[in-house]
């Protein structure tokens, strides 16, 4: 099966033959962690990275089931920041976001969770958004 890679903002960087891998004349799903895994490993040269004036992606990491988005927000201080609103604000964004780049995409169809992560300027946790796969879509 060949598999197009996209980068963060959805522009494709690559295709492969991915996720399937010839083992003595049977084919083998790649695991969801070793995706995950092999999506920080090609992601991690690219950060850290403006995203706007007031937002820096810092990273991007994997565990087990698990996709993160680190961001910063520039501008933000912890005791200035409604988590609530801003939880409240970002979501619809965020898991439109996700479900419209076909990677993200992909990766929670087979069970992830793309955790989105913002911090304040002194890297302080503001909020967490999890974004799993829509039954339906």
């Known amino acids: 099966m060949t598999v197009q890679r996209y980068d963060h903002e959805g522009r494709l960087i690559g295709e492969e033959n991915a996720g399937v891998l010839a083992q003595s004349g049977a084919e083998t799903e790649e695991s969801l962690e070793s995706l995950l895994r092999r999506t920080e490993l090609e992601l991690q040269a690219h950060y850290p990275m403006?995203?706007?004036?007031?937002?820096?992606?810092?990273?991007?990491?994997?565990?087990?089931?698990?996709?993160?988005?680190?961001?910063?927000?520039?501008?933000?201080?912890v005791e200035e920041v409604d988590a609530d609103?801003?939880?409240?604000?970002?979501?619809?964004?965020?898991?439109?976001?996700?479900?419209?780049?076909?990677?993200?995409?992909?990766?929670?169809?087979?069970?992830?969770?793309?955790?989105?992560?913002?911090?304040?300027?002194?890297?302080?946790?503001?909020?967490?958004?999890?974004?799993?796969?829509?039954?339906?879509?």
Do not use: C, W
């Open 50 to 77: 403006m995203v706007d004036s007031a937002t820096r992606l810092d990273a991007v990491t994997a565990d087990t089931d698990r996709l993160h988005y680190r961001y910063t927000l520039l501008n933000a201080s």
């Open 85 to 137: 609103a801003t939880k409240s604000a970002l979501t619809p964004m965020v898991r439109l976001q996700a479900n419209s780049m076909s990677f993200l995409k992909l990766l929670m169809e087979k069970g992830a969770t793309i955790s989105f992560h913002y911090a304040d300027k002194d890297g302080r946790e503001i909020t967490v958004i999890d974004v799993r796969a829509e039954p339906g879509v």
